[in-house]
């Protein structure tokens, strides 16, 4: 048990997490560490003396502590609103009227860091809070395996899967996760069919990462059968599906380790930063199939279509944010909007 309280010590207590809270400028910044730091030392302790099971697909805890808000709270303190923007705002309006008229709509995204949920929450919060609470976010074992990662994965909608990178870490698990993979895929299925639902997935595999050599970060590139797989189960639920680009810029907020790790309890670096988020127009997998009489070549097209768009957006969130253009940095691509002001 020694070993545990010093593992719970360490993660409820961080320095870094401390300086980064501070670097706001907050009146409160002292207050918002304190009350931080003491929740997730419980919230810590809480799953050390009683730890939660994931299902394959989860739903956010909201009661009688509310995990969502908790989430919420922590990663609230690191955004630099003054210099934080969303990218066609009227298209997430577009979402969630489609939501609302039972649709479904697949958002395929780059991924940045364990804050993505939160950055995605908080930026649409002020306009479209329905649509970020509703939010099913497709998540590897990482995050609900991870003793910090676990409090704060518990409170959002989750498809519980293995990662390709991670599947034959070990060998001798490779098949159980297939398995695993496999029933999470039935429980999308099932929740599609009922309509209404918006899924969020990554379909790289995991966060992006700067170039060794200049590094610059950039959209990882997405794996087109994941992709496909995704544009397929939207399309054969008997409802109507929808899918998106979306992109995401947020890593300096919480970037991940230089290189893919296998093991659990990765050391986070944090800081106080601007952060984006973009989404681009619906893309029809029909007409880009209409063009290409090879089935194959098309989805690689379809693929591509979709990656193409994220970095796009990309690029005008990172001249907004790196580049200090701000609003300026809006173009045909992303027009950029602070909707909280």
Known sequence: MASEWWLISSLARNPIFEKAVLQSGNPRAKE????????????????????FTFSAHHKAVREPFDYYRFGQNYIRPLVDFRK?????????????????????????????????????????????????????YVAGDRVVTDPLCKPFSIGRNLF?????????????????????????????????????????????GGRDRPDPSTQEWSPAPFDAPSVDSMRRLASKTGVPGH???????????????????????????????GVGLSVGSEINFSDIAAGNSNPEEARA???????????????????????????????????LSQPWQ
């Not at 997430?92 to 995605?120: C, Y």
């Not at 159980?176 to 599609?192: D, V």
């Not at 591509?304 to 809006?330: D, E, P, R, W």
């Open 301 to 335: 097209v379809y693929s591509q279509a979709l990656y193409s768009s994220v970095t796009k957006q990309y690029k005008v969130l990172n001249s907004a944010i790196h580049g200090n253009q701000g609003l300026k940095a809006s173009n045909s691509v992303a027009s």
């Open 243 to 273: 899918i998106y680009p979306l992109a995401l810029l947020c890593h300096d907020i919480m970037p991940p380790p230089a290189q893919v790790e296998k093991v659990i309890g990765e050391r986070r670096m944090i800081s106080f930063h």
């Open 160 to 204: 519980c899967v293995y990662s390709k990178k991670h599947m034959n870490d070990n060998p001798e698990l490779a098949e159980s996760k297939r398995r695993a993979n496999t029933l999470s895929l039935k429980e999308m299925t099932l929740l599609l069919r009922g309509g209404s639902q918006i899924i969020w997935i990554a379909p790289s």
């Open 84 to 136: 934080s923007y969303v990218g066609n705002i009227s298209h997430f309006s577009d979402i969630e009227e489609k939501l609302h008229q039972g649709h479904n709509v697949i958002l395929i995204s780059n991924h940045q860091t364990e804050a993505d949920p939160a950055v995605i929450a908080l930026l649409l919060e002020t306009t479209n809070p329905y649509v970020a609470e509703s939010m099913t």
């Open 32 to 51: 918002i560490i304190l009350t931080n730091m003491a929740v997730v030392f419980d919230r810590i302790l809480l799953d050390v003396e009683d730890p």
